[in-house]
Nanobody, 126 residues
Framework: QVQLVESGGGLVQAGGCLRL?????????????MGWFRQAPGNERQFVAA????????DHADSVKGRFTISRENAKNTINLQMNSLKPEDTAVYYC???????????????????WGQGTQVTVSS
């Protein structure tokens, strides 16, 4: 069992930055594909960014490419999401996700997630 706890959310003005972190416990995440998803009110949970177990491969949703960067620190059992140039449409609850069900593939689908964090709210004001 893996427990995931997000932190770093908050209220920021458009153009600002936030850094989300996800701390894992229960097991080491070195063999897990990890990712971030987000869900705005009335919308489905959507893929934001993913990183392979080694950290060597990443993918980001088109809507955040060039602005967000996913990273991981396996020694600290954490992953991070650096969010720059935030826009009001980035407002959502952001969820950390983990899976050991897809081998070396990137975690780009919510249907592949085995463990979810509780989420952290990000609000971007215009």
């Amino acid at each position: 069992q893996v427990q995931l706890v997000e932190s770093g959310g908050g209220l920021v003005q458009a153009g600002g930055c936030l850094r989300l972190s996800c701390a894992a416990s229960g097991r080491t995440i070195g063999s897990y594909s990890m990712g971030w998803f987000r869900q705005a009110p009335g919308n489905e949970r959507q893929f934001v960014a993913a990183i392979s177990s080694s950290g060597g491969n990443t993918d980001h949703a088109d809507s955040v490419k060039g602005r967000f960067t996913i990273s991981r620190e396996n020694a600290k059992n954490t992953i991070n999401l650096q969010m720059n140039s935030l826009k009001p449409e980035d407002t959502a609850v952001y969820y950390c996700a983990a899976t050991d069900l897809i081998g070396s593939s990137l975690l780009i689908s919510r249907h592949w997630v085995r463990y979810w964090g509780q989420g952290t709210q990000v609000t971007v004001s215009s």
